[in-house]
């Protein structure tokens, strides 16, 4: 038996995400996933049935999934990480003069 949290029906096939076109990358967390799709940067999940628009500086790449955040970089030359999740609107990720060109996460922890 399949356990299902959230307003949202468990599946055992794939189903539509209403809204979701031409997505790029996805990433899953543990109650939220996040898409990179036509519409920009997107997430849904327990809370939330239907996908909802982050709101980012600039269009963003390598997106990635960590315990309750998601972070993608802007795209080059830039390399800006910004992180969200937990309640929190995107921020910028302190870098110093560090420029990213891909990202990693784990349970609580970003690399870059």
Request: hydrophobic content about 45%; aromatic content about 6%.
């Amino acid at each position: 038996m399949t356990a299902c949290a959230g307003p949202l029906p468990c599946a055992r096939i794939p189903l539509d995400v209403p809204g979701l076109t031409h997505t790029t990358e996805l990433a899953a967390g543990a109650l939220r996933t996040c898409a990179i799709a036509a519409a920009g940067v997107l997430c849904w999940g327990v809370d939330q049935s239907q996908p909802v628009p982050v709101t980012l500086p600039t269009a963003v790449h390598d997106l990635v999934a960590g315990a309750g955040v998601f972070c993608a970089l802007t795209l080059p030359p830039a390399g800006q990480a910004y992180c969200w999740g937990s309640g929190s609107p995107p921020a910028p990720v302190d870098q110093g003069s560090l420029r990213f060109t891909a990202l990693a996460a784990g349970y609580i922890h970003l690399a870059g």
